[in-house]
């Protein structure tokens, strides 16, 4: 491994350092620079970086199985306990058949004539902070559907008015619905590790969920839910106007574009919302859950700042 090549990489003192205090022409610089980084990451088979720590995964052994180490001390969990034998007689106990649970109706389907109506008017940049404002003290007053019978808090969305990216999530965790801002717990964490790859922070975009209250139990978001929250997602892109929307999630990717598959078939396809370019990407629990991933994570992050340089 070249540890120089590491070493030398385009790592501000601090790394937590906002790229906006950066000039004008550096910032393209540092912009390329980091993209440099990231492919190098993809390269090596770096998996995550994680405050000033590189976690590798190893190509397995031949003969010892499918498994990836991580090159990094960590505890060894125990082997599992055998499990124990029937005894010589052994019978089953009969149990009681398990009942169905009740079939749901059929959810109404999503406006696809509101994905592809028509941009109103643009607003005046000066008038963006007030007009976000306005629709969210809407969306606090919502009843449009039963998430709002056990929410804290609507969770309208964070950032720039300004910004040429919106990221669109699923729906509110707990943490979020405590502190009504999206994407503040750990899945929040890996987010924000994931935008200062490609030299970007929380005040430089704008981060939204399609559902603005809480499913109970962090479940996924029913349908009628999301179609409830449809048009306060899409009043807010057309306030903002931004040049590319960064989907995290498979729920997010419906609501957008109607595409109802799996996240993995989508990744890499082009999908639009009225002419703005969409990229589909995982939740970022998604890769808390599954660590080795991560790599995902880094070439759909790639394709955003390859597709912001274009733009701009």
Same mark, same amino acid.
């Given at each position: ?16 350092? %906002? %790229? ?23 390269? #090596?088979?770096?998996?995550?970086? %994680? ?16 498994? !990836? ?10 082997? @599992? !306990? ?7 007689? /052994?019978? @089953? ?23 592809? &109506? ?23 007053? #919502? ?19 300004? %910004? ?24 929040? $964490? ?7 790859? =490609?030299?970007?922070?929380? !005040? ?8 603005? #209250? ?12 999301? &179609?409830? #929250?449809?048009?306060?997602? /899409?009043?807010?892109?057309? =306030?903002?106007? @931004? ?6 999630? $498979? ?17 890499? $396809? ?8 969409? =990229?589909?990407?995982?939740? @970022? ?19 955003? !700042? ?7």
């Amino acid at each position: 491994m070249e540890q120089s090549r590491l070493q030398s990489g385009p790592y501000p003192a601090d790394h937590r350092q %906002s %790229s906006r205090s950066v000039a004008g022409g550096e910032l393209a610089a540092l912009q390329t620079a980091w993209r440099g980084v990231l492919e190098y990451w993809l390269e #090596c088979g770096i998996e995550f970086r %994680s405050g000033d720590r590189l976690e590798f995964v190893t190509p397995p052994s031949r003969g010892r199985g499918n498994q !990836s180490a991580v090159v990094e001390v960590v505890a060894q969990p125990a082997a @599992p !306990s055998p499990l124990p034998t029937r005894p010589p007689f /052994f019978r @089953p106990v009969e149990r009681e058949p398990v009942v169905a649970a009740p079939v749901v109706t059929a959810a109404p389907l999503l406006d696809a004539g509101l994905r592809d &109506a028509s941009f109103p008017a643009p607003l005046p940049v000066a008038e963006r902070p007030a007009r976000l404002a306005s629709l969210a003290a809407e969306v606090a007053g #919502c009843t449009q559907c039963g998430l709002a019978k056990t929410r804290t808090h609507t969770v309208f969305g964070v950032g720039s008015p300004e %910004s040429s990216v919106v990221f669109v999530g699923e729906g509110p965790g707990a943490e979020e619905d405590l502190r009504g801002e999206p994407f503040v717990g750990a899945a929040g $964490k890996l987010l924000d590790h994931m935008l200062r790859a =490609i030299a970007l922070d929380r !005040s430089q975009v704008f981060i939204a969920n399609v559902v603005k #209250c809480r499913p109970p139990g962090n479940r996924n978001p029913q349908l009628p839910e999301v &179609a409830a #929250c449809q048009g306060y997602l /899409f009043q807010q892109l057309e =306030i903002i106007r @931004p040049r590319t929307i960064f989907c995290l999630g $498979k729920f997010a990717l419906l609501c957008l574009t109607g595409h109802d598959d799996t996240v993995g078939r989508a990744r890499g $396809k082009p999908f639009f919302w009225r002419g703005i370019p969409v =990229i589909a990407s995982y939740h @970022p629990a998604y890769y808390l859950r599954t660590p080795g991933r991560k790599r995902a994570a880094w070439e759909d992050l790639l394709r955003l !700042s390859q597709q912001l340089e274009q733009m701009q």
